[in-house]
């Protein structure tokens, strides 16, 4: 065995030991408020994948769209095609807020979304909920952020997990949730002159 | 209508003409390098949600898996279960590099994982690659990062769309890369003792 061979076994030991003693700490299982968030490419891309996930291991879970809706993407088409027994998928939006040009029509969308949200969240057979693009009604007020913030703090059931996905989320939503990742934008396409394709983007 | 309203409608109109005029300078199609990187969660998670998106429009696509593979996850259970015909799914790794603690497996592991992942690539039918994991067999030099760019640059198709993951995304890379997000860990649970639970990372 040559020294870098070695010295690379001997690391990968080392890290394995404290990797397991951190390991042995993590033991609690709770259901997990989540905010997937920032300008960079992935948020409900990752959001799906969570929900490929729940399908895959038979857990029950839902989708509720609220700012996307009135064009057809690959993740609505699959989980009404194929999955709508495992999924539950609903559409709140009308599509983004710039698209409407109606602030009443946007806020009627977001609370009727909303509702559903909350009936899905409270109901005890589904484990996971997404709520895709909810922070863009929250920034832009249509739902009010101290109400979602208690709901989820106080109402959502101990092993149901949440996942919120949008730009901007709010601070208030930050400070109440378990995982946070911000999605940084580094590169994108578009800035080239690429435009939306399928499979990638939707 | 009160100004409130009104005054959101008329941003609104701004922000859909300027969308608009924007979006007409986006016409290109071309096949995307995408890199997910960063600390945060969800990197592989937004791959798989692209897996998903190319199976709903009948994207023929692969999935090679580099460090993941002696557990079952939800993709790979949903992706053998359901979608063989549609998704390609290949495990080169055996596990997280420290497990193995052998480097000279590893190397041949993600070295067998490469050859897959150029054929994959290579094939004409294949739309999308996802190489998950990769940059972990790129950091620890298993594989030559200047190969790897050499060859996505100069020989992978127009059309095809490649996604790479794994955290320390290489500067070769990430140059080379027509799309990259960081995924930033703001919040993450392990951090309270939350261990790893089924449909969120697995």
Redesign the interface.
């Known amino acids: ?1 040559d020294e ?2 070695q010295r ?2 001997e690391k ?2 080392r ?2 030991a404290a ?1 397991d003693e951190m ?1 042995k ?6 259901g ?1 408020i ?3 968030t ?1 300008k ?11 929900i ?6 038979g ?1 029950p ?1 839902a989708v509720v769209q609220f700012v996307k809706g009135n064009w057809e ?3 609505k ?2 989980l009404r ?2 999955f709508t027994e495992k999924c539950r998928f609903f559409v709140s939006g009308e599509g983004f ?8 029509r946007d806020v009627a969308a977001a609370r009727n979304g909303w509702e559903i949200a909350k009936q899905q969240i409270l109901d005890p057979e589904i ?2 909920v997404l709520l895709d693009e909810i922070n863009i009604a929250l920034r ?1 007020d249509y739902l009010d952020i101290d109400e979602v913030v208690d709901f989820l703090l106080t109402q959502k059931p101990h092993m149901t ?1 949440v996942c919120l996905t949008g730009r901007n989320a709010k601070p208030e939503l ?1 400070e109440a ?14 800035r ?9 983007e ?1």
Chains 1, 2 share one sequence.
């Open positions: 065995m870098l061979t690379h076994n990968m030991k890290i394995k990797r390991m700490t993590k033991t609690e299982e709770k997990l989540m905010v997937h920032g960079g490419k992935g948020k409900s891309s990752a959001g799906f994948g969570m490929m996930r729940c399908i895959a291991w857990m879970c993407t690959g993740e088409k699959l095609e194929k807020t710039w698209e409407t040009q109606d602030r009443e484990q996971l832009y997990h930050i949730a378990d995982l946070v990742t911000e999605f940084e934008l580094v590169k994108h396409p578009f080239d002159g690429v435009k939306a394709q399928r499979g990638v939707f």
